[in-house]
C-alpha cells in the first residue's frame, strides 16, 4: 500500500462521528485501514467502495470486522475529497432505505452549505 495520499477523507458535522464513537476498537481499527486503502490507492476495489445503485454520486465504504459488516455512506467532492456521512452496521442483505436516505440529506445539506459560502 503506498503513503502517498490520492484523496482526503473529511468528517462533515457530527454524523460519522458518533457512529465511529459507538464501535468496538477492532472495527474502529478496520475502518481507519479501510480509510488508508480509499486515500491511497489510484483503483479501489468494489470490495472497499461501491458507488450506491439508484442515486446520485453517493457510494458506501465497505469494512467487515469478523461476521459484523459495517457500511459508511460518503460522496465526492471535486474528485479529490471523500465526504462521510452516516455509518450503520449492516444486519440483513439489503441497504435499508431509511439509511440511504439519511445519506441523500446529509448530501444535500453539505452541499446546500457550499453553495452559501461559495455565493
Known sequence: MSDVKLRTIVLYEHYFSEFYGRQRQKVKDKIVWTFRIIETQHHIPSDYLKHVEGTEGLY????QQASDIFRIFCFFDDDKLVVL????????????????ERAL??????????ECKNT
Open 105 to 114: 440529506r446529509i448530501k444535500k445539506e453539505y452541499e446546500q452549505e457550499k
Open 85 to 100: 456521512a452516516n455509518g450503520f452496521q449492516k444486519k440483513t442483505q439489503r441497504t435499508p432505505m431509511a439509511e440511504i
Open 60 to 63: 458506501e465504504i465497505r469494512v
